[in-house]
């Protein structure tokens, strides 16, 4: 099957999924952005109001910052993904449940085997216990790397944290450099494309 038909597969049974309630009270599901292959995945937690209202992942206040934050290291949603643990929104933007999350992962499993990035970005403490390490620690351990089955893993504060707390922005500031220099180590045609 072409790559095309796979994305195409993959997000009719996302759209059809109901392993878990939140299908069930959603507007729309947030699949993921960016193109179908590419060496860089960001990956927040679920879908807010405005996100599950239009489609998109982060396409609220804190997608703004994210946007922000990406174009300070030459990226957009034209060359790298943005995705989600939980592809519907949990209500009243509560962290989605353990369930929810084990119910949906399976989706972004296959959409790191379709996009087969070379690093992913974790964004905030849910994704990084989802994807990095179960008792993940944001404060402590965000900006650290850890290598796994040939896929480099970082966690950045999440966009939502980073506009509550403006004091935590100089970290991620450096976190974001860290990407940029990972980037440049293990995927430099990334900004040579560019
Ligand atoms: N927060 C997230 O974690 N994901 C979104 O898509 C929007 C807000």
Not at 29 to 42: A, H
Request: aromatic share 8%.
């Amino acid at each position: 099957m072409s790559a095309q038909r796979d994305w195409e597969e993959l997000r009719s049974r996302c759209e059809a999924c109901r392993a878990c309630a939140l299908g069930e009270g959603r507007h729309k599901l947030v699949f993921g952005v960016g193109p179908q292959r590419t060496p860089v995945l960001f990956v927040g937690e679920g879908p807010g109001q405005q996100e599950d209202l239009q489609g998109e992942p982060f396409v609220g206040a804190a997608g703004k910052l994210l946007d922000e934050m990406l174009s300070i290291i030459d990226l957009g949603r034209h060359n790298c993904y943005i995705a989600n643990i939980v592809k519907c929104r949990p209500p009243g933007n509560r962290d989605p449940k353990p369930e929810e999350q084990t119910a949906c992962i399976g989706y972004l499993y296959e959409q790191i085997r379709l996009l087969e990035p070379k690093i992913i970005v974790c964004l905030g403490r849910i994704s990084a216990a989802a994807l990095i390490e179960s008792n993940y620690r944001i404060t402590r351990q965000h900006g650290q790397w850890v290598e796994k089955g040939g896929v480099w893993y970082t966690a950045i504060y999440h966009p939502s944290a980073l506009l509550r707390d403006l004091s935590k922005r100089p970290e991620t500031f450096l976190d974001l450099l860290s990407v940029r220099q990972k980037i440049r180590q293990v995927c430099p045609e990334l900004y040579q494309n560019a």
